[in-house]
Structure formats: C-alpha cells, structure tokens
C-alpha cells in the first residue's frame, strides 16, 4: 500500500526547507559580519525571509496564520531585498547615488503601506473601495518585483567585470526569484486569483537560490568592493524599467478586457496582447527613442554630457575597423556620427594633389550632397583654427561664410560640418545629419567633435601615407622590371651592331640579306614586346607655353587610323595657351583618347571638346563605351600598374595624366556611368591669368 503526497504536503516541504536554508545563511552571517551596513542589510533580508519562509510553512498545511500577517510578510520580505541592493548600490561616489534616496523612501512607503491590513479598516472610511482593494495590494507586490528586478539588474552591470564572479551568484538568485514572483503575482491580478500550484512552489524555488546567496556570501564577507554607474547601464536599466511597467499597465488592461468585455474577449484579449507586445517591439528598437532617452539621462542625470572614457574607447575601435568592417572614410563618418546621435552623413577628403573632392557618403542619400563641389576656399578658411560649423546659423569667421555654397545652407537635412584638421592642415571635412533627437550644440559637443575629428584626421593621414609607400614601392618593382628590360635591349643591340658590322662585307649574300632579315624581325617582335610591357611613367619637370589647339589636332590625327575616328569640337573658336610637356602632354592626350576608343564599338562615337571656363581651359575627351562604375573610378582608376587590359596595359596611362595636369596646376574629373560611357574632363589654368609659372615647373 502506498501513501499518496498531497501538493499541500510538497509545499510545506519546500517553505520548511526553504526556511531551513535561510536560517542557516543568517546564522553564517552573524559570525562573519564586521558592522558593515551591506552585511547588516543582507542580515536583515535574510532573517526575514526566513521568517516568511515558515509562516507559509504553517500556513501552507494548517491554515493557521491570518491572511494580513501573510500579506505583511510577502511585503516585508520584498522590501528587505530591496533595501540590501540598495545599500549595495549606495557605496557609489556619483550623481546617481543621491536619486537612490528617492528609490529608497519610495521602497520604505510603498512597503510600509503594504504591511497595513488597510483591506480592514479602508473600507469603513471610503465606502466604495472594497471592489479593487485585492487588486491594489496585487499591484503594490508587482511593482515591488519589478523594483527589485531594476535593482539586480543595476548590481550586476554596473559591477567591474574583474568582481563580478563574486556577486553573479547574488544576482542569478535574487533575479530568479523575482522573476517568479513577478509570473506568480502578474498570474493573480489577471485571473483574479492566486494560483495554488504556483504558490506551493515558492518554497522549493526559493530554496534551490539559497546555495547561490550562499556563495556570494562566501566571496563577498564585507561587500566592501566598489560599484560604478555608467549612462549606458543606466539607460538599458530605465528600458528594463520602463519595459516591465508597460507590462504590467497592459496586463491590467487584459483583465479588465476579460473581466468586462463580454462574449467577444476571448478573441479581443489575445489580439490586445500581441498588439502591445509588438508595439514594445518597435519602441525598444526606435533609434530615435534610443536617442531621446540618452540624452535626457545625460540631462538629467550627469554633470558632464559624456563618458569621456566610453566616448574615447569607441572612437577608437570604430576608427581601428573592430566595429565596422567598412573603409577608412566610412568609419570616420560613423565615429562623428555617434557622438551626437547622427544617422549619417558624407565626407570629403583631400587627395595627393591637395584638391578636396567628395569621397562617399554614409547612410546619407547622394542626391542630398554636391558631389562636384570643388571646397579649396573652405578648406583654406577652415585651414585657421579648424571649428565646427552648425549650418543652421551664420559662422562667425566671414572668410568660412563667404565660402559655403547656397546647397549647403538651405539643406534641411544636413547639420554639422566638422573639419578634420591633422596638425596645421585640413585634410578635408564630415557633413553630418541632423539628430535623430533635436539637441543644441553646446561647448561638449563642440570640443568632443573636435578632438575626435582630430584623430579621425590622423588615420587618414596615416591612411595616406601607407598608400604613397605602398605607391613608392610599385615604382621600385617597376624600376627593377627596367633593368630586365634594359638587359634585353642591350642584347638586341648587340645583335643589330653585328648585322650592321658584317653588311658591308656581307650584303651581296643572299643568305646573309635573309639571315640578317630574319634577325631584323625577331629584334622588331621583341622591342614591340617590350613597348606593351614599358611605357614612360614618370613625367618630367620641363614646362613650355604651349597652345592647346595644335596638340589636340595631332593627337586626334594620330589616332584616327583606329575606329571610331575622334571627333575634334572647338566652342567658340577657343585656342588657349597653358603651361605644359608639349611632349608628354600630347602622348597623354593620345592615350586618353586610345583609352576612349578601346571602351567604344567601331559605331560608337569619341568626341574631344576644348572650351574654356573663365581662366581655366578644359579639355573634355567623352565616349558612348561600356563606362566605369563609381566604385572603380574612386579606388581603381588612378592607380599606377592598376589596369583593366591585362597584359595588354600597364596602368600608367590615367596616372601619368593625372599626375602631368597636376604639375601644371590642374585637375582631372570623371563622370562615368556602366553602359552609358565615359567623360573625362581636364582642366589647366590658362597660361594668359598667370603671374608666373605653376609652382609644380620650378622644382
């Protein structure tokens, strides 16, 4: 015959031994505490845990202990833990640690209220209220659980990561139980009754935590270790926080939804929860939400806007790549970007030649920015003392007012534009969007976008100069395929001075005409080799005035033997003079326009335009061939020994043209599309509107 255990039985089981438990742990903690108020605290808590602990013990198998002492002790209990973390939280030197005051008294009256039999003597003195008394002390407990949910929560993230082994214990624990109590509690305010399986099992739950607090105590005799708040933590708490009281409003709703709505809510209740639930959804992961409470913690909470440390860390691991595996400008736009909460914006950089043109953009549209705006004048007037403009307002230098461009004021969406100044030099400049939460630019902002900008200028810098070695080093590859080459062209030199030497004696021998020819072909098949192989790559120094015109009608007459034939057009009769390699410069002109002509069909069109812009002559060499995408034009295209012709090309050709426009002063712009064509505009300073030759002809 065997004995059945009734629940009833089970639970007294679990409170006793719960109750054991605890009387245990208080019993360690009275020998080993110092006088400290955390040990006190926790003393505290756990005696009368204990305490309850028995009380539903008796109460779980004979029904012996009136309902208020119940209520009295479940409150008791909550505000014991409660006030444990809180002394734990109150070892903190900050800010924070004064508004813990208010936590704490509301803990005090909240659950000095709960310990009151008010269900006895309220109604006598507000006839009326007896209806929704049950459901107030219900709510009282849940608000207490989630209390001291924020409160775990708070211990553990704000503990250094070095000393959280000894409190994780402490907080797993005290989470769990919580937790359950929140379930338990949440489950009785929605069905209007307090489920007696869940009730029977807080007492073996509480006593599988105990070995946890129990460990804690061990690591933790004197809880004497220090605790820091930072924004972040206190930002994921207030979420948490608010979270849970969302929860609950909503679980209120659903009761009253069941208790009142009749026939149709059974199907209107689970279609209220999985709205509020989705709703929660989307505001936990609103960036501008995100936004408006960091910066109402910062506000509110600091003396200081920023964590100048936290700042400092992530500004170097989004600029080192460990956080976005993205280019160098890109990463450069997100650090600034997050300092004030912009989604986005764009950069532009200075290149080798020292012209300042648009680089990308980062969660900006393009249409937004002017990709061809040409900023040397700004960058000379940011060049003095490198400030952070807020294009809103009216700058206070004139020389940066007078220098902004009419797209850039009226922008509605762009905000900020932050210099990146390396040492004494403007390196170029961020165009950030507006916040994601409106928010003024104080001296922090200011300051912190500043010293950012200046690191940020200082990778790029860096960035520059691997690029030039890494340029440097092609070269020295390139010099040492020239001495190859000159190996090889000596030996065919030799063999031709030996035909030469032997024709006086020998050209009346037809076998020696025929081995001499023979000879003859194979020097001209290999040096033809060597030309696709080596083509001249480092322009010289020597600069003539010199009319355009004439170089564009031999380098289009040159090239017309390939189809299609170039196209020359001449605007208003225009033949300025520059300064250039006559030479050079019109072996650069018949690349570009071969280069043009290998891109189009032989029914497609090149055509060369020259016109002048004011004092610059510009030369537009365009074609209706397969086109370059962004991409290629922006990292590829002048690039030396970078060639899409494989074997056929050695990449020198768009780099020697850049390279020579820029010795005469000058700059070269691309406009490109895949499948629409090419058009390659150069510009040079009019030889007539300068007062001396470009700098770049005198070294």
């Known amino acids: ?267 209107f209740q689970p279609l209220f929860f999985f709205g509020a639930a989705l709703l929660l959804i989307v505001l936990l992961f609103s960036g501008e939400l995100r936004s408006r409470l960091r910066l109402f913690v910062s506000k509110h909470f600091y003396s200081y806007r920023y964590d100048y440390r936290e700042e400092w860390l992530r500004l170097i691991s989004v600029l080192s790549g460990r956080v976005l595996q993205a280019t160098l400008p890109e990463r450069i736009i997100l650090a600034l970007a997050e300092l004030v909460d912009s989604p986005g914006g764009g950069i532009w950089v200075r290149d080798a030649d020292g012209n300042c043109g648009f680089r990308l953009c980062w969660n900006l549209p393009q249409a937004e920015v002017d990709q061809r705006w040409q900023p040397a004048e700004l960058c000379t007037a940011l060049a003095r003392d490198g400030p952070v403009i807020d294009l809103g307002r009216q700058p206070d230098d004139p020389l940066v007012d007078a220098a902004l461009p009419r797209w850039l004021r009226e922008s509605r969406t762009l905000w900020l534009l932050v210099p990146l100044m390396h040492e004494t030099s403007v390196l170029g400049f961020v165009l950030l969007a507006r916040p994601r939460a409106p928010q003024q630019l104080g001296w922090e902002n200011v300051q912190l976008l500043q010293t950012a900008a200046r690191q940020a200028a200082s990778y790029l810098a860096l960035d520059e100069a691997a690029a030039a070695l890494a340029e440097a080093r092609q070269f020295d590859g390139f010099n040492r395929l020239s001495a190859f080459v000159v190996h090889d062209l000596k030996n065919l030199v030799a063999q031709l001075s030996l035909v030469t030497r032997n024709a006086e004696r020998y050209r009346d021998n037809p076998a020696f005409v025929d081995d001499a020819m023979q000879t003859v072909r194979d020097a001209v098949e290999r040096m033809n080799r060597l030309l696709l192989q080596l083509r001249a790559a480092v322009p010289t120094g020597a600069q003539e005035r010199v009319a355009l015109l004439p170089l564009l009608e031999r380098a289009a007459a040159e090239r017309a033997v390939q189809p299609p034939a170039p196209e020359l057009q001449v605007r208003a009769g225009a033949s300025p003079e520059v300064y250039v390699d006559p030479e050079r410069f019109q072996s650069v002109l018949r690349n570009m326009i071969q280069n043009a002509q290998d891109a189009t069909d032989k029914q497609g069109h090149v055509t060369v335009t020259l016109h002048t812009d004011g004092d610059t002559a510009i030369i537009d060499i365009q074609d209706d061939g397969c086109g370059m995408d962004s991409a290629f034009v922006r990292e590829r295209l002048f690039r030396p020994f970078d060639s899409t012709k494989g074997l056929a090309g050695m990449g020198i050709g768009a780099y020697e043209c850049k390279t020579l426009v820029a010795l005469a002063g000058g700059r070269v712009d691309v406009d490109s599309e895949p499948g629409r064509g090419t058009r390659f505009s150069i510009h040079l300073p009019q030889a007539a509107a300068q007062t001396q030759q470009p700098l770049a002809a005198a070294v």
């Not at 119940?70 to 734990?88: K, S």
């Not at 009253?256 to 009749?262: K, M, Q």
Request: aromatic fraction near 12%; hydrophobic fraction near 60%; proline fraction near 3%.
């Open 1 to 267: 015959m065997t004995m059945a255990v009734s629940p009833a039985l089970i639970g007294f089981i679990g409170y006793v031994a719960a109750a054991a438990a605890m009387a245990v742990l208080a019993l360690l903690l009275l020998t080993s505490w110092r006088g400290r108020l955390q040990g006190g605290l926790l003393l505290l808590a756990v005696l009368v845990s204990a305490v309850w602990a028995g009380l539903l013990a008796v109460q779980s198998q004979w029904q012996a202990i009136p309902v208020q002492a119940i209520w009295a002790a479940e409150a008791a209990r909550m505000v014991a833990w409660c006030l444990f973390l809180l002394g734990v939280l109150s070892q903190l030197r900050h800010a924070l640690a004064e508004r813990l005051r208010l936590l704490r008294w509301a803990v005090l009256v909240g659950g000095g209220l709960l310990l009151l039999p008010f269900e006895d003597w309220l109604p006598a003195l507000l006839p009326g209220v007896g209806g929704w008394l049950s459901n107030a002390r219900l709510i009282g407990q849940l608000l207490l659980t989630v209390g001291g949910l924020f409160l775990v929560e708070q211990v553990y993230r704000n503990t250094p990561w070095q000393h959280r082994w000894g409190i994780k214990f402490l907080c797993f624990g005290l989470g769990a139980v919580f937790v359950y109590d929140f379930y338990f509690f949440a489950q009785a305010l929605l069905f209007g009754r307090l489920d007696t399986g869940v009730w029977l099992a807080r007492g073996g739950v509480n006593a599988l935590v105990m070995p946890l607090l129990a460990v804690s105590v061990a690591r933790n005799p004197q809880w004497s270790f220090e605790i820091a708040v930072s924004r972040s933590v206190v930002v994921h708490s207030t979420t948490l926080m608010a979270a849970g009281l969302y929860l609950l409003f909503m679980a209120l709703a659903g009761y009253y939804i069941r208790a009142y709505g009749g026939e149709w809510s059974a199907v």
